[in-house]
């Protein structure tokens, strides 16, 4: 069983930066595939970034070359550094976790099991 809590998310302008946090509890954060996502209103939830038990990562091409995600196995802790944001990177930003089975990463919601609440990360034009 994991639990995640996202942190970090605020009002940045455009061209901005900005870096969010996830908190992860259990003992095999190391061994799960985690991941982020996106949800704007009126939209569906949308892939973000990925990263592999091993540190491979993956990310949307939308978000290629501006964010970065990353992980601390020792504080079960994974960011998203996002840089050059965009008014269209306005979202709830979800971070989730897969089964310590699959130490891989994917794209699809459905292949994550574990969800936090979720952090709004809002950018002004």
């Known amino acids: 069983q994991v639990q ?13 930066s900005l870096r969010i946090s996830c908190a992860a509890s259990g ?6 595939a985690m991941g982020w996502f996106r949800q704007a209103p009126g939209k569906e939830r949308e892939f973000v970034a990925a990263i592999s038990r091993s540190a491979n990562t993956d990310y949307a091409d939308s978000v290629k ?7 601390d196995n020792a504080k079960n ?8 944001l965009k008014p269209e990177d306005t979202a709830v930003y979800y971070c989730a976790a897969r089964s310590s089975y ?3 990463t994917s794209r699809r919601p ?3 099991g574990y969800w936090g609440q979720g952090t709004q990360v809002t950018v002004s034009s």
């Not at 070359?65 to 992980?71: D, E, M, V």
Request: glycine share 20%.
């Open 4 to 16: 995640v809590v996202e942190s970090g998310g605020g009002l940045v302008q455009a061209g901005g």
């Open 27 to 32: 003992r095999t954060f190391s061994s799960n």
């Open 65 to 71: 070359g501006r964010f970065t995600i990353s992980r």
């Open 77 to 84: 802790t994974m960011y998203l550094q996002m840089n050059s």
């Open 102 to 104: 699959f130490g891989f």
């Open 110 to 112: 459905g292949d994550y």
